[in-house]
């Protein structure tokens, strides 16, 4: 909570997760990325009720009112929206602007309410350089920052992990257009195919890699006899 009140970290609602406890935290620097490929890029003017991407008129009206008087919680929008509005209609509103990245709660280390703000008030820089980022490169960004972090990793891996963000069809294009340009190196550990930064990973990597997947195997290997003697003891029995 703490993080996201001095604006060190960014708390993203990216699944269909509800609640105010974000399924994905991301730092300011990668917020530019994630908002090229989730954002709205006519920020400035806040979400629509007519197009492709609408939101409902009472999201539209929350978003007004923070826009309007500052953060706000769920108890101070009420009366501005009307008393005969829920608060779980109001919750359900402010989750769908979260996911949309039109605003964002900031958590309490106290346990009060959450208020709600802004994404670009808090991170203008951020926004503003997400919604003039081509997806392509927010795409070709996202995987580089994923692999310098996770050093190597099987495909369906990256692929899962930034699912939320993108097709995966869409992210087995662009790996393959980074392997072609000799940005991406395919490696071979333990005979499954790796992702890996071109150059970014150092021969004790890749063994230390191989040792895992083994000792992985191995565990897996002696789980299946176990169960196995047990299944002919009961048998026996």
């Not at 996201?4 to 994905?24: H, R, W």
Request: proline content about 5%; aromatic content about 6%.
């Amino acid at each position: 909570a703490r993080l996201i009140e001095n604006s060190s970290v960014v708390p993203l609602k990216l699944g269909p997760s509800l609640g105010e406890q974000p399924d994905f935290v991301s730092s300011p620097d990668v917020l530019r990325y994630i908002y090229a490929l989730r954002g709205d890029r006519n920020f400035k003017t806040g979400p629509l009720t007519v197009g492709n991407e609408t939101v409902t008129p009472l999201s539209l009206h929350c978003w007004q009112a923070i826009e309007q008087q500052g953060p706000m919680d769920v108890a101070a929008l009420q009366p501005i929206l009307g008393r005969d509005m829920t608060e779980a209609a109001i919750s359900r509103a402010l989750q769908e602007l979260w996911t949309g990245l039109y605003i964002f709660p900031i958590l309490s280390a106290t346990g009060k309410p959450a208020q709600w703000e802004l994404l670009f008030r808090r991170f203008p820089k951020q926004v503003a350089a997400g919604a003039c980022t081509g997806h392509a490169e927010a795409l070709s960004a996202m995987i580089s920052l994923y692999l310098q972090t996770s050093v190597a990793a099987l495909e369906e891996e990256i692929l899962t992990f930034l699912s939320p963000l993108a097709a995966q069809s869409k992210l087995r294009e662009v790996i393959r257009g980074l392997g072609s340009m000799r940005q991406l190196d395919i490696l071979d550990i333990s005979g499954c195919s790796h992702v890996a930064l071109e150059g970014g990973l150092l021969p004790e990597m890749v063994a230390l890699r191989s040792e895992q997947l083994l000792a992985a195997s191995s565990t897996s290997s002696s789980s299946s006899a176990i169960e196995s003697e047990s299944e002919i003891e009961s048998d026996a029995v």
